[in-house]
């Protein structure tokens, strides 16, 4: 065998085994992102869940205030609308962890 066939055919497999460990990596760093988004995505549910609880215990303190309680009421409103949208996003992305089995 010629020295530059020898050459070549190593430079073929090196290069194979170069894009295989690429698209390996590649696709460590798409799960990783993946489970980083769904743990900042839980970090935030829980943030509106305390946010809810205050506005509930700021609530006992008004009862007898009725644009307090209105107040407090809209504001529940807009939080629990939030929560819910990260609670899809949750959804969404704790079945790409889960399809990926991690």
């Given at each position: ?24 990596s ?25 946010l ?39 959804t ?11």
């Amino acid at each position: 065998m010629e020295t530059s066939l020898l050459v070549s055919i190593i430079a073929l497999v090196a290069g194979s085994l170069s894009a295989l460990y690429a698209r390996w990596s590649a696709n460590q760093a798409k799960r990783a992102n993946d489970i980083g988004r769904l743990n900042a995505l839980l970090a935030m549910k829980e943030h509106y869940l305390k946010l809810i609880e205050h506005q509930y215990k700021l609530a006992e303190t008004l009862p007898s205030s009725s644009s307090g309680m209105q107040a407090v009421r809209e504001k529940v409103a807009d939080l629990d609308t939030s929560l819910r949208e990260v609670n899809d996003q949750i959804t969404s992305y704790h079945d790409r962890v889960v399809q990926n089995k991690i």
